[in-house]
């Protein structure tokens, strides 16, 4: 079974935040969410939009584009 689009973009959400240092609490924060938000993200159970995508690559450092990278 394939991975959904959100499964796949929550871990790499996830990737980048530990490579960052940061736990789900302090990403929230940074994006203005809650901890609980992030984990659904996270776990691809939220469908973010496109201002939240550009909070998290803001809050990342990262450009939008590196949020949907895979290793495909």
Same mark, same amino acid.
């Given at each position: ?14 990737? %980048?935040?530990?490579?960052?240092? /940061? ?9 203005? @969410? #809650?901890? $609980? ?12 939009? %496109?201002?939240?995508?550009?909070? /998290? ?9 590196? @949020? #949907?990278? $895979?290793?495909?």
């Amino acid at each position: 079974m394939q991975a959904s689009v959100q499964f796949k973009f929550g871990m790499r959400v996830r990737q %980048l935040r530990l490579a960052a240092g /940061l736990t789900q609490e302090d990403l929230a924060h940074r994006c203005g @969410l #809650f901890r $609980t938000y992030m984990s659904r993200i996270e776990t691809g159970r939220a469908n973010p939009t %496109l201002t939240m995508v550009d909070a /998290l690559a803001t809050s990342l450092k990262v450009p939008i584009a590196a @949020l #949907f990278e $895979t290793d495909r």
